[in-house]
């Protein structure tokens, strides 16, 4: 079952059973699908909207050397939308540890 609203006139639509997907993002594998909408006379068909983008990553890298010219790099990554859920999903199988390195 997903379930679909209105919020301050916007459409979200979300999997109940999808653990790993912000409740702002529509879950990947429900994207484009057929939705019977279930409004007090209607029953209209319609389809879940589709994201244009699904894979946001921002990465971020920083080079920084001492006084021997030793480098050392500092590797940032943050996910949104669809990649953040599937990388949740990916991770949430890993140690702590193995989720740091």
């Known amino acids: 079952m997903i379930a679909c609203f209105y919020l301050k006139g916007t459409k979200y639509c979300l999997d109940p059973t999808d653990f790993y997907t912000d409740w702002k993002t529509t879950s990947d594998w429900i994207q484009g699908k057929g939705a019977l909408e279930l409004i ?3 029953g209209r068909l319609s389809n879940i909207e589709s994201s244009r983008y ?15 010219g030793d480098q ?3 590797s940032t990554k943050e996910y949104s939308g669809e990649y953040a859920s599937s990388m949740r999903s990916f991770l949430s199988n890993k140690s702590e540890q193995e989720r740091n390195a």
């Open 72 to 74: 050392k790099e500092t």
């Open 40 to 42: 007090k006379g209607t």
């Open 54 to 68: 699904r894979w946001h990553l921002k990465a971020q890298t920083t080079l920084t050397f001492d006084d021997k």
